[in-house]
């Protein structure tokens, strides 16, 4: 359903009085008499993701003028597509309400019926436009992500892995609590191990069982997170998801939490910090640390309590809610994680233990049973 909700904000009530029986029944209208109120109105619609879709304020108010609401509203809301609807703008105002809050239209008083609604009708164009390409973009943007990381299950399975436990950890965090930067910090869990691509299947074994490395073998994987940042850093969009994926820590004793905060803003916990927290939880738990001890540790270290309980609670249920299942090729589920090295009829291993059954993953498994012969049935985790 389009959102049609339009605030009007005038210092003088009769101007809304009017404002509102000439626009009865056309929008889903608010009006407010001051430039604080509607401040207070649009954070509110905001938090409850019922944003304004347009604002038309007055310019002339006391203690917030237009100018002034508008780049508050700007701030706080930037979809909402922002209108002045005033009699008497002097220009440095008009100028200042340009500059400051991206200004969608200027209109005088008297406005009749017929201009204010042309003028609301096409405002309300604007902002299901301005929403209609964000969504084709961040769905373009998804699809290709999701993409790339099909392709990573294929290169390396097992950074595909570590990739779909940090997914996890990050989706349990997000159900837990409000984030701010959702969609964000969804792709940087996609895409946290890209950069593992450089790194030896063998060496990425050796640090999901939590063995000690050589330090040749410590120093590729310690640049693995800069290498991705470079990857992702080339794709329009993706700059502060190349910033946080570049900025993880490789071993649990270098985390530390990126900002300095106690508790969520006021759209949420940021993305960094859930980003952070998740692949800090997973170092710890590739190291062996028992959960009370990460804890301790996580929050020694600036990580929010919230934060680690929700992602410690989520790895414990897939660490230890899973069942123990002998299946044929046919009977696998995505979701399902190998609990056995998968061997070809000739001896020939395809797939190792741990990895966890993706989308491409079962295309090849089946193809493999289809073409070759896989020894069957297949132990795996439910």
């Known amino acids: 359903m389009s959102n049609r909700r339009v605030l009007m904000v005038d210092d003088e009530q009769r101007v809304l009085d009017g404002l509102r029986r000439m626009l009865r029944g056309r929008y889903e209208l608010t009006t407010s008499v001051s430039g604080a109120e509607a401040i207070g109105l649009v954070r509110e619609s905001a938090e409850r993701r019922e944003p304004f879709a347009v604002v038309v304020s007055d310019m002339q108010m006391p203690v917030v003028n237009g100018a002034a609401l508008l780049a508050s509203v700007n701030r706080i809301s930037p979809d909402t597509v922002l209108m002045i609807l005033s009699g008497q703008a002097d220009m440095s105002a ?147 998801v190349a910033a946080w994926v570049g900025a993880q820590p490789v071993e649990l004793a270098e985390a530390r939490a990126p900002l300095a905060v106690d508790a969520p803003g006021k759209r949420g916990w940021p993305g960094e910090l859930v980003f952070a927290t998740a692949v800090t939880c997973l170092l710890g738990v590739e190291g062996g640390v028992p959960p009370e001890e990460l804890a301790t540790r996580l929050a020694e270290q600036g990580f929010p309590a919230p934060l680690v309980s929700a992602a410690l609670g989520a790895e414990l249920v897939a660490t230890g809610g899973r069942v123990l299942r002998s299946l044929g090729v046919d009977e696998i589920m995505t979701g399902h994680v190998l609990d056995q090295d998968v061997l070809t009829t000739a001896g020939v291993m395809l797939l190792r233990k741990g990895e966890p059954v993706t989308d491409t993953l079962l295309i090849r498994l089946k193809h493999y049973a289809r073409t070759v012969g896989v020894e069957e049935p297949i132990q795996v985790l439910c």
Do not use: M
């Open 94 to 240: 008009t100028i200042a309400a340009v500059n400051n809050s991206s200004l969608f239209r200027f209109l005088t008083k008297p406005c009749g019926a017929e201009d204010l609604t042309r003028a609301l009708d096409d405002a309300l164009r604007q902002y299901e436009l301005l929403h209609a390409e964000r969504d084709l973009l961040e769905r373009t943007l998804n699809g290709a992500v999701e993409v790339l990381t099909e392709l990573l299950s294929s290169a390396s399975p097992v950074a595909a892995a570590r990739s779909g436990r940090v997914r996890a950890l990050v989706a349990a965090v997000t159900e837990a609590v409000e984030v701010a930067d959702g969609w964000e910090v969804r792709l940087a869990s996609l895409l946290s191990q890209v950069g593992c691509v450089s790194v030896p299947e063998e060496v990425l074994r050796r640090v999901v069982a939590g063995e000690e490395l050589a330090d040749a073998e410590r120093a590729l994987v310690a640049g693995h997170p800069n290498l991705a940042r470079t990857l992702l850093g080339r794709v329009p969009r993706l700059e502060r």
